[in-house]
């Protein structure tokens, strides 16, 4: 069980559009490029396996560059293919703040962050109190039909509130920008709210304007 005296301060990031961990929540992934796959077997020789899961964007140059605030995640999960992939499992720990890159001879990025904002992470998992799940699984039955979704209804309905929303927000097919937005969000209920919006916005077809 990590603690917050064992974050580290520089950790290996993993940019990747639309991949959305959450503390609490586990992320299956699939590694096969050759710096991801050094970048793994740089993090299990580490005591703490830590690898911060960050959102590419661009800057007001334009430029590719670094959402702010990411989530780190400990290797948990581990298996090699016959021939030579990885399928992990990471295990959201804590939010982090994006500070600067940092300079070495990896393949991959290394940065600098703080873990000094998101100290709740690490605590018990959060309630919702105002959550009126009635409403919103109706409008999750609708936004799923509309998505043409499958999923398993007694299966969602029996979870606790953090681990229905945080479970949705990291699979519904959203865009980067709201998946970032989800990450960001200070509490649960603010993420429910989010989430609630963007399957509304969705509803009356604004998935359709933004892909004109």
Not at 81 to 87: A, F, S
């Amino acid at each position: 069980m990590i603690k917050a005296s064992d974050l580290p301060p520089i950790i290996p990031l993993f940019p990747l559009p639309g991949a959305l961990l959450l503390p609490r929540g586990r992320l299956p992934l699939h590694i096969f490029e050759p710096r991801y796959l050094q970048m793994l077997e740089d993090c299990m020789k580490t005591r703490h396996r830590l690898i911060g899961m960050i959102q590419p964007c661009r800057g007001r140059d334009g430029c590719k560059t670094l959402s702010m605030i990411g989530c780190a995640g400990r290797l948990t999960g581990f298996s090699e293919t016959e021939d030579g992939r990885y399928m992990i499992t990471l295990s959201g720990v804590s939010r982090f703040r994006f500070l600067h890159e940092v300079e070495g001879f990896t393949p991959y990025i290394r940065a600098e962050v703080s873990w000094t904002d998101f100290a709740r992470d690490m605590g018990a998992a959060e309630q919702d109190p105002g959550f009126d799940r009635k409403g919103f699984f109706d409008l999750l039955c609708r936004y799923f039909t509309a998505q043409g979704l499958e999923t398993d209804w007694d299966m969602l309905k029996d979870a606790d509130d953090e681990l229905l929303l945080n479970s949705l927000a990291m699979l519904l097919p959203l865009d980067a920008e709201d998946k970032q937005a989800l990450l960001e969000a200070p509490c649960l209920a603010t993420r429910r709210e989010t989430l609630v919006t963007l399957m509304e916005y969705a509803l009356c077809g604004g998935s359709e304007e933004k892909m004109q």
